[in-house]
């Protein structure tokens, strides 16, 4: 079982940013993958940023040259620096983890395929 639990949301205006945190408990398979996803109200979730135990990263279109992951080398701690926040950046963002060593394009496309997430943390951007 894994435990993640996200910090650091908030509300800034257009331009803003923010960093994201996330720490991780319980049992973590070193072949583990790590990753941001978010849901706006009314949306379906999305992927935003994976990292996999290699280091490899994978970003969402929408926030590419915007966004950059990190993880400790650990894996237990996972961050995400947001700058240049936009008001459709405003969603739940949750913090995931895998074990089961899907690829980083397929977990960003579907989401649903991670198989723990935190509670997730608000963040919301104004213009």
């Known amino acids: 079982q894994v435990e993640l639990a996200e910090s650091g949301g908030g509300s800034v205006q257009d331009g803003g940013s923010l960093l994201l945190s996330c720490t991780a408990s319980?049992?973590?398979?070193?072949?583990?993958?790590l990753g941001w996803f978010r849901q706006a109200q009314g949306k379906e979730a999305e992927g935003v940023a994976i990292?996999?135990?290699?280091?490899?990263?994978t970003y969402a279109d929408s926030v590419k040259g915007r966004f950059t992951i990190s993880r400790d080398s650990a894996m237990r701690r996972l961050s995400l620096y947001m700058y240049g926040l936009k008001p459709e950046d405003t969603a739940v963002y949750y913090c995931?983890?895998?074990?089961?060593?899907?690829?980083?394009?397929?977990?960003?496309?579907?989401?649903?395929?991670?198989?723990?997430r935190g509670q997730g943390t608000q963040v919301t951007v104004s213009s």
């Open positions: 319980g049992y973590m398979y070193s072949g583990r993958t």
């Open positions: 990292i996999d135990s290699n280091g490899h990263i």
């Open positions: 995931a983890a895998d074990h089961r060593g899907f690829a980083r394009e397929s977990l960003l496309q579907n989401v649903q395929l991670f198989q723990w």
